[in-house]
């Protein structure tokens, strides 16, 4: 009952002073702000780049050619950098090739359910009267629609023939019909493009439509729709041909069902590393995407450990705030506490009454800078480009905290006023 | 200074053992009960029942025995405020504490009210040892035994006469209807039915004061302590205030001590101490009355 009388108080006392109210409650809403922005960002982050990769596959293992750390560069002047090991770019001799690739599949036929392998030709811009694409043109074998989650939408994949003899065909984005076609895709399916490679040189080649591919936003883009770049799929054997190439930078496996893929990507490893035993510049690296997700999990926890901390301090320094202003507020009524305790009020209830207000004072604060947090971590995420997702556990924290944060700064002042001598209350001028 | 009141409470405490403090208890409850209904017949001729020295006397509310008051004790500013005051209040009296500024009226007032110890003597409150009692047992006879009014007014501002009035009886754990009736009923005793929404800005100084005294009514205290009422009021305001004690303890059979510096309105109390210099130094009847009346 007295709860009840206390918390109408409390909400008298805010709000007759408005704007003293505000200014204090301010720290508790800058920091509460912070904290629930910063989760629901990180929040975004996590599911979006989770859903990302059980798009691509948790269970994939990306196999590439690594340059070597030899000892031969790291003693001598000890002075050799990073970067510049690592430029050492892969010739023909250090390639993975196909042959490498059957070997492994022949090994391990239980684990492997496919093999996704792909090489970019680079960027090109296609151009027809007024319409144009932007691609990047890249050479797939069969296992790479798979292991990327892409759905086609019309015509159909590379049969195994076109595989084989390395004919002029492509399979394009909806999106790159939208541009050249108007969304046409029967129009398209049959249809020879034209591709003039932009870097390195001149090329020119000419691929007939076979396919059109869902094109799925990656969620970053800084151009208009009409100008991201998609990609245009060709055959790898035609892709090899074209860039005279007889192997493979990486590769990546698709694994079967149940398989602990952190533990077959070291398998993997060792098998590799045979034909690069005699290598001395470069070396087989294996990684899965699983061990990615939990190192890229534990960065983002990280951060927003760090900016927690940050933010427990704006909510200490708010609530110094609360407890200033809480001291000021029972000096001023120093008569009323003695008005009170004349007419029967004991200590604990002054007391009550002002651990009330001092937690009111936060919590306001608290539900306000969840109301920040909350349209800031939008903004935020939609910045980034991510679906906003705030998490109602930290909410709840986030009201617990600046209750704690009430209860703590609110209890001196509280139990001043509750020690007051009722007589010195009284007279007080 | 601590020691040495717990060395007097001991003595006290002895002493009341003796004397069997729960028969005291009984007596003032089994006093309260008969002053429900009953004995409000007696109480609507009080004059008849004082003036037949036959008659069992009421019983006595306040009974304080050499009581002292020193403030700063143990420093070379000890300094003694109340000198061994006697004074015993029945029931249903009507008294009036007169004296220059300076003289202890405050802090006798305060004394009595529960508001601040005594350093010395003995004091009962309807049948309650103020010696022994804790911080919240003095919290708890100025809740329910008290009802303070104050020349200051000090109704709670920016809270409404309805909840002013309604304060006491909230720390005294009624229920909220209850207390928003009783409430009600009371500012209607004391005219100002009409303004129970009104906040203490809104109000003249009479009009308070009203409220005040409606407040300290709210939990039917045995005693109400008035001190100086009307010191801030005219005296048209005044009167008004002065009519509503009249009413409070003619009509309600009230106990109420009254702080004044005017000698007329002291003249109307039954009763009039004199105090001066923290002694009191006269003690004579009064009229009872309204002058005016």
């Known amino acids: ?429 | 200074m601590k020691k040495k009141q717990k060395q007097e409470e001991q003595l006290i405490i002895e002493d009341i053992t003796d004397t069997a403090p729960d028969a005291l208890e009984k007596e003032s409850d089994e006093a309260k009960e008969a002053g429900t209904e009953p004995a409000r017949a007696d109480q609507v001729k009080p004059d008849t029942l004082r003036e037949e020295p036959g008659n069992e006397d009421p019983p006595v509310v306040i009974d304080m025995k050499g009581i002292t008051k020193k403030y700063f004790i143990g420093q070379p500013n000890e300094l003694e405020v109340l000198h061994g005051i006697d004074i015993k209040v029945r029931k249903g009296e009507f008294v009036a504490i007169v004296g220059q500024s300076g003289s202890g009226k405050s802090t006798l007032m305060n004394v009595i009210g529960a508001l601040d110890r005594p350093t010395g003597g003995e004091y009962t409150l309807d049948g309650v040892d103020m010696f022994r009692t804790g911080d919240s047992e003095l919290s708890e006879i100025r809740c329910k035994k008290i009802g303070f009014v104050f020349q200051t007014y000090n109704l709670v501002a920016r809270t409404s006469a309805l909840k002013n009035v309604e304060l006491p009886m909230l720390y005294a754990g009624v229920p909220m209807r209850v207390r928003s009736k009783k409430a009600r009923e009371l500012l209607n005793l004391v005219e100002m039915g009409d303004r129970i929404r009104h906040l203490p800005d809104e109000l003249s100084g009479g009009q308070k004061q009203r409220v005040a005294i409606a407040r300290a009514m709210a939990n039917d205290p045995s005693i109400i302590l008035a001190d100086e009422p009307t010191g801030a009021l005219d005296s048209v305001t005044g009167r008004l205030i002065m009519d509503i004690f009249h009413k409070l303890h003619d009509e309600q059979g009230k106990t109420i001590i009254l702080i004044t510096h005017s000698p007329e309105l002291a003249a109307e109390c039954e009763r009039i101490l004199t105090l001066k210099d923290g002694v009191i130094i006269n003690e004579q009847k009064g009229s009872g009355r309204n002058a005016v009346l």
């Open chain 1, 1 to 429: 009952m007295l709860f009840f009388e206390n918390l109408i108080l409390a909400f008298t006392a805010l709000w007759v002073n408005k704007m003293r109210s505000l200014l204090t409650m301010l720290g508790i809403i800058i920091g509460i702000g912070a904290v629930i922005a910063i989760v629901t960002v990180g929040n975004s982050l996590m599911n979006s780049i989770s859903s990302e990769m059980s798009d691509m596959g948790a269970n994939n293992i990306v196999v590439g050619v690594q340059a070597r750390e030899s000892e031969e560069e790291s003693d001598g002047s000890g002075m050799r950098f990073e970067t510049l090991r690592g430029a050492k770019i892969p010739m023909e001799k250090d390639l993975i090739t196909d042959e490498y690739i059957r070997e492994l599949t022949a090994e391990y036929p239980d684990e492997i359910k496919a093999v996704s392998i792909d090489t970019s030709l680079g960027d090109a811009r296609v151009e027809s009267g007024r319409n144009y694409a932007n691609i990047s043109l890249r050479g797939i074998n069969s296992g790479y629609m798979g292991a990327n989650n892409i759905k086609m939408q019309a015509g159909s994949e590379f049969g195994s023939k076109a595989y084989s003899d390395g004919k002029g065909v492509c399979i394009v984005s909806d999106r790159f019909v939208s541009n050249m076609f108007d969304g046409d895709n029967d129009k398209a399916i049959g249809h020879k493009i034209e591709i003039e490679m932009t870097g390195r040189g001149y090329k020119y080649y000419v691929f007939t439509i076979v396919g059109v591919y869902e094109y799925v936003s990656q969620g970053f883009e800084m151009q208009a729709a009409r100008d991201v770049s998609t990609e245009v799929y060709i055959p790898i054997s035609t892709a090899l041909n074209k860039n005279h190439l007889k192997g493979y930078t990486n590769f990546t496996i698709v694994t079967k069902q149940g398989i602990d893929s952190d533990a077959f990507a070291l398998k993997v490893k060792e098998f590799m590393e045979r034909y690069y035993h005699n290598n001395r510049d470069f070396t087989i690296s294996t990684f899965s995407l699983a061990s990615m997700v939990s190192a890229m999990t534990s960065m983002v926890g990280t951060v927003s450990t760090a900016i927690t901390v940050i933010a427990a301090i704006s909510l200490i320094v708010g609530g110094i705030g609360v407890m200033n202003i809480m001291l000021v507020s029972i000096s001023e009524r120093t008569r009323e506490i003695g008005t009170r305790k004349a007419l029967g009020a004991t200590n604990g209830s002054i007391r009550a009454q002002f651990i009330m207000e001092a937690i009111v004072l936060c919590l306001v604060g608290g539900v306000l800078g969840i109301g920040v947090g909350i349209i800031g971590g939008a903004i935020g995420a939609k910045a980034l480009g991510y679906e906003a997702s705030p998490t109602a556990s930290s909410i709840v924290a986030a009201l617990l905290f600046s209750m704690a944060v009430g209860v703590f700064f609110g209890y001196y002042p509280a139990n001043k006023a509750a020690k007051m001598n009722p007589i010195d209350a009284l007279r007080y001028e």
